[in-house]
């Protein structure tokens, strides 16, 4: 192989790795890995293939296939070809898909068999998730509220399969917790859609925020984050410190309370600071998750 191969192949797999959002990888990584040792109380095998799983194959999956089958609309997307989401070019495409199938599987043989029927109920639901948001026929993403639900699937599961790997019983906080952090991935969804409205709409893409327009769908989100975080008031302590992770999520949205239609390109800038503020309420999570482990 020439050199010059060797460049061009080397491109071609930062594309792919681009694809999966690195910069995102914890946001799916974390909860399986808090769940399962929040429960176990131990480090084992286990743990560490399914952190690693949800890290970074999961994540190819989800995004390498969004970006594949979204490349005509992402063409008229500014905010594709960096952080937030790669530009594939398409005769890479099968490549993509090639390399979510092939780390994706190792992985998952795995969790089958080390698990349980409830593990592999809700990792076939979380699996399901992935493909369903954006592989032709079903498209979930172009459904309203059907997308918002899905995408806070892709989040959530990885917790509740990480809380059934380890067999955990379903307390009353456990169930609240995973309810708060459900409605917390609605909001983030319907958020970071209302930036793209123009795009979508001009794609074709029937997301919540081009159905029910940019101001009520930020205006949702806001709702939807305070839910997250009344609800986290009644869980067991440390929980309802937890509830303080909902605030700067609200405030960062807030100035976007009466946005239209035409200036919803603009909440780029709030969905920027969000992708930062996950890092910062992850950090405070992890304080409380320690805090409840001493306890």
Do not use: C
């Amino acid at each position: 192989m020439t050199s010059s191969a060797r460049g061009s192949v080397g491109r071609d797999i930062a594309q792919i790795v681009l694809s999966s959002r690195p910069i995102s990888w914890i946001n799916t990584a974390f909860p399986f890995a808090a769940a399962y040792l929040l429960s176990t109380r131990e480090i084992d095998l286990t743990l560490i293939i399914g952190t690693l799983y949800f890290l970074v194959p999961y994540n190819l999956a989800m995004y390498g296939i969004n970006d594949v089958f979204d490349y005509a609309s992402d063409l008229a997307n500014p905010r594709k070809g960096g952080i937030e989401g790669a530009l594939l070019s398409p005769r890479i495409h099968r490549a993509t898909l090639w390399a979510a199938v092939v780390t994706n599987i190792p992985f998952l043989v795995y969790l089958v068999v080390v698990g349980n029927p409830a593990s592999w109920f809700w990792l076939a639901i979380s699996v399901f998730a992935v493909i369903a948001y954006s592989a032709p026929g079903l498209r979930f993403k172009e459904r309203a509220f059907l997308d918002s639900t899905t995408s806070s699937l892709h989040f959530v599961t990885p917790a509740i399969v990480g809380l059934a790997l380890a067999e955990a019983s379903a307390t009353p906080t456990a169930v609240i917790v995973l309810i708060a952090f459900f409605l917390w991935g609605m909001a983030a969804h319907a958020f970071g859609a209302v930036q793209d409205i123009a795009p979508d709409r001009e794609g074709g893409i029937g997301s919540v925020a081009t159905v029910i327009g940019a101001r009520a769908t930020v205006r949702l989100s806001i709702a939807l984050w305070a839910l997250a975080g009344v609800a986290m008031l009644f869980t067991s302590w440390p929980g309802p410190l937890g509830a303080a992770l909902a605030l700067p999520y609200i405030v960062n949205a807030a100035p976007w309370w009466n946005v239209t239609d035409e200036t919803s390109a603009g909440t780029n800038r709030a969905w920027r600071r969000f992708i930062f503020l996950n890092y910062f309420a992850g950090f405070l999570a992890t304080m409380i998750l320690i805090l409840a482990w001493v306890s």
